[in-house]
């Protein structure tokens, strides 16, 4: 089993969809959790950090249920440029990075 | 936000031939610099983590002898990949933490192709 299990995708919605995207990890005494993106070719960038009590930057809004060990990811309104790969990605406390092989999102005008 | 370079951002080698690339931390020192490496259409897998001044730690699977890693300064770190095939041919990533965070800051990759 993967660590961190994503499904691939891809999701084609139109602008001002929401959309929402979920990853589920295996490892219980994993420690931090981040949503990050990918644009094709390109470096990953830190989209935002998660947390259990759920928190929301702009039209971002990613939650964290330890007891099921699993991430969301919430995209509202949604854009354009948020045409990318999201990938989960765990700290498991070896202060590496875990990925998911990430969710591609189509945004369609 | 903390800002990684890496050189060459592309180089294409011939087959047995070795490449170094280096990742520089520019406006933070990296305590820890994490390699991966990324396949088409495949997730970043970690490759090593190094600690300035120590011996990188290599992921199973990995072999020490074939990725050199060094990690001299709290700003550079270098991987070369010895005697490249083409099955080496890969996405490669590095990033920089901070001992006090968690936080990873990458870098732009580095595309290499083996002939």
């Known amino acids: 089993r993967k660590e961190v299990e994503q499904d691939p995708g891809p999701f084609n919605v139109p602008e001002g969809a929401t959309v929402a995207f979920n990853c589920t990890y295996s490892n219980s005494a994993s420690q931090s959790f981040f949503w990050y993106r990918q644009d094709c070719r390109k470096e990953p960038k830190l989209l935002m950090s998660?947390?259990?009590s759920g928190n929301e930057d702009g039209r971002f809004t990613a939650q964290l249920n330890r007891a099921s060990q699993y991430i969301s990811l919430l995209i509202r309104d949604s854009k354009l440029s948020d045409s990318a790969t999201y990938l989960c990605?765990?700290?498991?406390?070896?202060?590496?990075?875990?990925f998911g092989s990430g969710t591609r999102l189509q945004v369609q005008p | 936000g903390a800002v990684v370079s890496q050189h060459p951002s592309w180089v294409i080698c011939k087959s047995g031939t070795s490449v170094k690339i280096e990742c520089r931390s520019l406006?933070?020192?990296?305590?820890?610099m994490f390699w991966y490496r990324q396949f088409p259409k495949q997730s970043l897998m970690l490759m090593a983590t190094s600690n300035e001044g120590s011996k990188a730690t290599y992921e199973q699977g990995v072999e020490k002898d074939k990725f050199l890693i060094n990690h001299a300064s709290l700003t550079l770190s270098t991987l070369t990949v010895t005697s490249a095939h083409p099955e080496d041919s890969s996405f490669y990533i590095c990033?920089?933490?901070?001992?006090?965070?968690?936080?990873?800051?990458f870098g732009p990759g580095t595309r290499l192709t083996v002939t």
């Open positions: 406006d933070f020192q990296a305590t820890t």
């Open positions: 990605v765990i700290d498991t406390g070896r202060r590496a990075l875990t």
């Open positions: 990033s920089g933490g901070v001992s006090a965070t968690y936080e990873q800051y």
């Open positions: 998660v947390y259990s």
